[in-house]
């Protein structure tokens, strides 16, 4: 049966921990009424709008634009493998890469290096615990395996406001890769929540940089291959899922 390990029980990011005070009382004379039980409990000053906008600035984000809008309570959640074994490799190629288009193309790493298995999508707090183990229920008889990354290749986001350089999983593991993703997508459907792509393209993000730079990365791509070649073979071990929401990690072992 798959393991989930819960990690961190700390609180969203969307969320303010809860703070409170205690003070001194003395005992021999009955205590007074507190400000709050005369006039009221403090209503809490509502966000202005520079704060509300912080946000959803791309100036604060290196220039991204949120694919849904920012809310208190909302969980940003998505599914993955990650790419342990080829970690130290991908990074090397990733420095590489942002030296070798540098005159052309300003590129940025990304920090996370792992295989998508669904879109990100949100849940609210009450659903979370209910939603890992359905996870786990949907992943308990999927059996691991070892699988490899090979060629580059170009992506956009579905906005187009950004531009992804990734190294796809090599053809002879789609099958079982697909195998996974069908029961992560019935999980999603289960809750009413977008599915992953109709015809997915499995592969891992490295690269990204602002706005549709497709032809400009495709006319460099022969480039970056030989540069990715120059490495040992990127192994993918694909023996736990895991899923990211909010702050919380949660991990699923594959028999």
């Not at 300003?106 to 979370?128: A, F, G």
């Not at 073979?233 to 699923?252: M, P, Q, W």
Request: glycine residues 4%.
């Amino acid at each position: 049966m798959a393991l989930v390990d819960y990690g961190s029980s700390s609180s969203s990011e969307n969320e303010e921990p809860e703070t409170i005070a205690h003070g001194s009382v003395n005992l021999k004379r009955s205590a007074l009424p507190t400000a709050a039980s005369l006039l009221g409990a403090k209503i809490a000053k509502p966000a202005s709008d520079d704060e509300q906008d912080d946000f959803d600035n791309p100036t604060l984000h290196g220039g991204r634009i949120r694919s849904f809008k920012h809310e208190r309570g909302n969980w940003a959640t998505f599914v993955y493998v990650p790419a342990l074994a080829c970690a130290e490799q991908l990074e090397d190629f990733q420095r590489e890469a942002i030296e070798t288009l540098a005159p052309h193309l300003e590129l940025q790493p990304n920090e996370s290096i792992h295989l998508s298995l669904s879109k990100t999508v949100v849940l609210q707090y009450h659903q979370i615990d209910e939603f890992q183990r359905s996870l786990q229920h949907a992943l308990h008889s999927c059996v691991g395996f070892n699988s490899t990354l090979n060629s580059l290749e170009v992506y956009t986001n579905e906005e187009r406001t950004r531009t992804f350089l990734a190294v796809q999983l090599d053809a002879a593991y789609t099958t079982k890769m697909s195998g996974l993703l069908h029961c992560v997508d019935s999980v999603m459907r289960d809750y009413r929540l977008e599915q992953f792509y109709k015809n997915p393209s499995f592969h891992v993000s490295l690269l990204w940089c602002l706005g549709d730079q497709k032809a400009m990365l495709h006319a460099k791509l022969q480039e970056l291959q030989q540069l990715l070649e120059d490495h040992e073979t990127l192994k993918l071990s694909v023996h736990e899922l895991r899923c990211k929401c909010g702050n919380k990690d949660f991990i699923y072992k594959l028999k």
